[in-house]
């Protein structure tokens, strides 16, 4: 994975009972940092590998100990500063969480203009060029750390796949698959739904078949 320096608070420390890997009711005790849209990782940075997704043990818990990078770890008597977690607090989608202290200390400007954008979801509509191809494509995307799938444009597509700095290409993956449209309505639904057990096969997409709700003849008509 890649974050800009910018959007990264680093060297963070859980002594337990804070963290745990996603799907796992283990506790995570070690280094972790976190990214501007929240998130949190095992490791000091994402050079620190591995870098587990992390959550909170209790969705209500507020409060992460967070020491600095001066801080024993070796005496366990040494107490832990407190970080107050922005777990919370309803972001916006072009939202920097800001820490001055931290960003003073290494001499990063506070004020670094808009952060990426999550994806921007969309209904697509095929047109009577589509219906004369019998087929069109359709947009998505994959969080990279969740079985999360959000159908979006072509426009948007081309922006993850880019790596736009506009948009949070690092967290999603793109996708397109072909989607018929045309013809016998058992055979439209059998070939759409094989398509997306190949794509999600082989770029290992799980869920993505799931993600249809078995709508494979969506879109369908028998003839034009």
């Given at each position: 994975?890649?974050?800009?320096?910018?959007?990264?608070i680093e060297n963070l420390y859980?002594?337990g009972?804070e963290l745990k890997?996603?799907?796992s009711?283990?506790?995570?005790?070690g280094h972790y940092?976190?990214t501007s849209?929240?998130?949190?990782f095992?490791?000091?940075?994402?050079?620190d590998?591995?870098?587990i997704?992390?959550?909170?043990?209790s969705?209500?818990?507020?409060?992460l100990?967070s020491?600095?990078s001066?801080?024993n770890y070796?005496?366990?008597?040494?107490?832990?500063?407190?970080?107050?977690?922005?777990?919370?607090?309803p972001?916006?989608?072009?939202?920097?969480?800001?820490n001055?202290?931290y960003?003073?200390?290494?001499?990063?400007?506070?004020?670094?203009?808009?952060?990426?954008?999550k994806?921007i979801?969309s209904?697509?509509t095929?047109?009577?060029?589509?219906?004369?191809?019998r087929?069109?494509?359709?947009?998505?995307v994959?969080?990279?750390?969740?079985?999360?799938?959000?159908?979006i444009n072509r426009?948007?597509?081309?922006?993850?796949?880019?790596?736009?700095?506009k948009?949070?290409?690092?967290?999603?993956?793109p996708?397109?698959?072909?989607?018929?449209l045309?013809?016998?309505?058992?055979k439209?639904?059998?070939?759409?739904k094989s398509?997306?057990?190949?794509?999600?096969?082989r770029?290992?997409?799980?869920?993505?078949?799931?993600s249809f709700k078995?709508?494979?003849?969506?879109?369908w008509?028998e003839?034009?």
């Amino acid at each position: 994975m890649y974050y800009p320096k910018t959007q990264l608070i680093e060297n963070l420390y859980t002594n337990g009972g804070e963290l745990k890997p996603f799907n796992s009711e283990v506790e995570y005790k070690g280094h972790y940092f976190r990214t501007s849209n929240g998130e949190t990782f095992s490791g000091k940075n994402p050079l620190d590998k591995p870098n587990i997704p992390l959550e909170l043990i209790s969705p209500l818990g507020n409060e992460l100990s967070s020491p600095s990078s001066d801080i024993n770890y070796t005496n366990p008597n040494q107490k832990a500063i407190k970080y107050k977690s922005k777990e919370s607090e309803p972001l916006a989608n072009n939202h920097y969480i800001i820490n001055d202290g931290y960003y003073n200390s290494r001499s990063i400007p506070i004020n670094r203009g808009e952060a990426p954008r999550k994806p921007i979801q969309s209904k697509p509509t095929p047109n009577k060029e589509d219906y004369k191809n019998r087929q069109f494509v359709r947009y998505f995307v994959k969080k990279s750390n969740e079985n999360l799938f959000i159908e979006i444009n072509r426009e948007e597509y081309n922006l993850f796949k880019n790596k736009n700095p506009k948009v949070q290409s690092n967290l999603y993956i793109p996708i397109q698959i072909p989607w018929n449209l045309i013809g016998d309505k058992t055979k439209v639904f059998n070939t759409n739904k094989s398509i997306s057990n190949l794509y999600e096969t082989r770029d290992k997409l799980y869920g993505f078949s799931l993600s249809f709700k078995n709508r494979f003849d969506k879109y369908w008509v028998e003839q034009i």
